[in-house]
């Protein structure tokens, strides 16, 4: 029900009565100022196994060289390192802060069963720092906005159909990511052959339950999921023809123009990511992938919206019902302490006049045993004396011969 600000962009809720001015009063000129004052932003990460040319088929949708944009590289807690580049791309008097993510060693360990976590947790630290700023108490004028819009997933062009791994990974993050699924390489396929896989990919991703993005539009959607999954077949090379610079792959037997829609669907793709959903892909990601994980978060964390009965809680008041939650349970926390320490000193104390005693009962007994011996040394010693003297006082006799 309430508005929603979407990268600078204000949708406001539908009004009860409409009112005409009865002459022009500048309100048309509305979209003109947002589109001239907006700042936009949008993220696109790309995944797959390696060599599934994905550095390429970012070049092939945005007409330029990778090389151009800035790197930030950034490596996860383990597995797949993920590559970040940073450039703004400006059509016209329209500039887009355009982010591009690509995960290069998808699938090349031997243990593929933590990438799903892997990934996620790159997804959701987007969405964590965007909280974050969120709920700063200072907000920058402008937010940097660093969270996923869009992921295109490349799956290898095997025989066999999806591989187990894909479907891992893609099931793992298509509820905090809008997902295009899209054939790499297609151009190594027969036309049946492509047909077939494209039914064994959909077929895996009906049965596993992922969501997959769609356009909105009616007539776009209706394109789109005739050709989904996307066949794409990418290229970092250009060659000019007939004054006419195309993107090609080269063969032996000649080349494949990339943007040819009879074997290539990337112009298809160009169009639902960059030319007609951008806006839409920046909409989802705020309004369902981004709202979802706040609401998990923070609920999480204690906040709730309404109360026993039902009735709405001011954000005021559970901000500060929160506050007094902490406060409470730092005082519990601290009571708690105190009495854990209190119970600890108390054993401590008994244990030491345990030992105490006992050593005292110790003492009286060796005293005891040493007063008895003494007694008897003594004892001894008199009745030595006496026989000594006994001894001494003898009469002594005559020697004979004298």
Known sequence: GGEMVVEGMLRLPEAAVTASPREEIGVVNLPDQMVRDAEYTFNLMVLGEPSVGKKSLVETLLGASISQFEELESRTSAGPRITEYRAVLQEGSIKCKFGVALATDIGSQLDKSGLGKVVLGALQRKFEAYLETEMSTTRPPVREDTRIHACV???????????????????????RV?????????????????????????AALLKHGIRVFTPSDSVLRTTYEAAAPLATVASSEAISVGGRSMRVRQYPWGLVEVENP??????????????????????????????????????KIGFKDHDAEGQAIPLVDRIEAKREEIDGGHDDAVRELRQKWIKMANEKEAQFVHAREALSDKYARLMDIHNKEQHRYDKQLQDLEEERKAWESRPRGKGKGK
């Open 262 to 299: 009879k074997y290539s669907q990337v112009g298809l793709l160009r169009n639902v990511v960059l030319r007609d959903c951008t806006y839409e892909l920046m909409r989802l990601t705020h309004v369902d992938k981004y709202e979802a994980f706040r609401q998990e978060r923070l609920v």
């Open 178 to 202: 809008n997902l295009i699924p899209v054939i790499a390489k297609a151009d190594g396929f027969t036309e049946a052959e492509l047909a077939a896989f494209k039914v064994s990919v959909s």
């Open 153 to 175: 997933y490349m799956i290898s062009p095997t025989g066999g159909g999806v591989k187990a791994c894909d479907i891992h990974l893609m099931k793992a993050i298509h509820h």
